[in-house]
């Protein structure tokens, strides 16, 4: 059985908390699967530490990483990999994907996870899936701690036995600490990891709003109708959800029910329902619909939450 990869993210000097939350998910994984966790960050060194195809040094300490070490330890890793890389870190291809390039190489992962929310996840996921030769998943989610659903928004699921490597990005909001403080880190010295003809003068995270929680966003054309309206309000009450309009801010809810075609950009692992479309539109990338009239897929909808 192949390996499991988590990417990690660092939030100063510690895991990010999205990345500790997909090391969860991907210890439930690999736990099932009967594979090896790999936990892998890569770090910044401007000393010249070998050459870049350098291969896996085994190292039981690694000065400097010790307490990120121990949280990835305790997250549930069998294994830490650390690409040491002259680059500068961001969360940028251009910067740190030669050394993660490295990383893959080194393992040829069955799977590798991105916490949705880490600031990686966007640039590396697709990237990682076309490099590896994978599907980019673009949902998956954790069921309680010890089980983890992966599976994509054509409804297929990833199974030990499916052929080929996959890439998540997984969105979970809960951690657990299941694993041994005593785990080897594996180092790659991986200089020359950044593209030289990039200049990386500073990067910021995405202005995300919604985090969490539930959203109903609906489009123009229906807002203007005030049966719609009303009902999308009472829609929203019943989720405890707020209404918004078409927006260009990368909106981050658990849930968007979208009515009509509202212009919005979800971001990272977000559900999202349709209502009131035709079927030839709704497209595959949705996790469920209700087409036809938004009136009257609307009203169906309320009655299904009020009478279950």
């Not at 350098?54 to 010790?66: D, Y």
């Not at 880190?185 to 985090?211: K, N």
């Not at 009472?234 to 981050?252: E, Y």
Request: net charge negative.
């Amino acid at each position: 059985m192949g390996a499991v990869l988590v990417h990690i993210d660092l939030d100063g000097e510690r895991p990010h908390p999205s990345s500790l939350a997909a090391l969860a998910a991907g210890r439930a994984v690999a736990s099932s699967w009967g594979g090896t966790l790999y936990a892998a960050l890569v770090i910044h060194d401007p000393m010249e530490r070998g050459s870049a195809d350098s291969t896996g040094q085994i190292s039981t300490h690694l000065p400097g990483v010790e307490h990120i070490r121990a949280a990835l330890a305790k997250g549930g890793a069998d294994k830490v990999v650390v690409a040491v890389t002259d680059a500068p870190i961001a969360p940028l291809w251009a910067s740190v994907g030669g050394a993660w390039q490295g990383v893959l190489d080194h393992l040829r992962p069955r799977l590798v996870l991105f916490g949705a929310d880490a600031p990686s996840a966007d640039e590396l996921g697709p990237r990682t899936g076309a490099r590896i030769g994978a599907r980019l998943l673009i949902r998956a989610r954790a069921v309680g701690l010890d089980h983890v659903e992966l599976r994509d928004r054509d409804g297929s699921y990833v199974r030990a036995t499916d052929g080929g490597a996959a890439v998540v990005l997984i969105g979970a909001n809960q951690t657990t600490i299941v694993g041994d403080d005593d785990i080897d880190i594996v180092v790659l010295a991986m200089p020359g990891g950044g593209d030289a003809r990039v200049e990386i003068v500073g990067s910021t995270s995405a202005d995300l709003t919604h985090g969490g929680g539930a959203i109903v966003a609906i489009d123009d054309a229906a807002a203007a109708d005030p049966d719609i309206m009303d009902a999308a309000s009472h829609l929203a009450s019943l989720l405890d959800a707020p209404v918004v309009r078409s927006s260009t801010t990368p909106l981050a809810p658990e849930l968007c029910v979208a009515i009509g075609s509202p212009s919005i950009d979800l971001a990272g692992a977000s559900s999202l329902i349709r209502i009131g479309q035709a079927k030839d539109t709704i497209g595959k990338n949705v996790d469920g619909a209700i087409p036809g009239l938004a009136g009257a897929a609307l009203a169906e909808l309320i009655n299904a939450l009020e009478n279950p």
